[in-house]
Nanobody, 124 residues
Framework: QVQLVESGGGSVQAGGSLTLSCAAS????????MGWFRRVTGKEREAVAS???????DYGDSVAGRATISIDNGKNTMYLRVNKLKREDTAMYFC??????????????????WGQGTQVTVSS
């Protein structure tokens, strides 16, 4: 069973940066996509970024140019760094795994495993 634990959320000033971590365990597939999604209460879940086992990445329009997603395979941990944070980046951020994926997916329903989320609050 895949388990995901996010960390690194918190309160940040607008214009600042934040790095989120997602520690994965139980992921035995050699091919997969891992992604970050976010949700604001009352709104639909939004794709932030994804990376596949081959290292290819994709980003949502809202963070393109401001975010970097990466994986440290030795630590089984995925990271998301977002620069130039805006108030509209305030959300609960979730990491997820899509086993057997060939590509970095930004489609939430393709993901089978989800973490509990970490809250990011950006203040001006």
């Amino acid at each position: 069973q895949v388990q995901l634990v996010e960390s690194g959320g918190g309160s940040v000033q607008a214009g600042g940066s934040l790095t989120l971590s997602c520690a994965a365990s139980g992921l035995t597939r050699s091919r997969y996509s891992m992604g970050w999604f976010r949700r604001v209460t009352g709104k639909e879940r939004e794709a932030v970024a994804s990376i596949n086992s081959g290292g290819s990445t994709d980003y949502g329009d809202s963070v393109a140019g401001r975010a970097t997603i990466s994986i440290d395979n030795g630590k089984n941990t995925m990271y998301l760094r977002v620069n130039k944070l805006k108030r509209e980046d305030t959300a609960m951020y979730f990491c997820a795994v899509f086993p057997d994926a060939w590509y970095p997916s930004l489609v939430d329903y393709e993901y089978s495993y989800w973490g509990q989320g970490t809250q990011v609050t950006v203040s001006s």
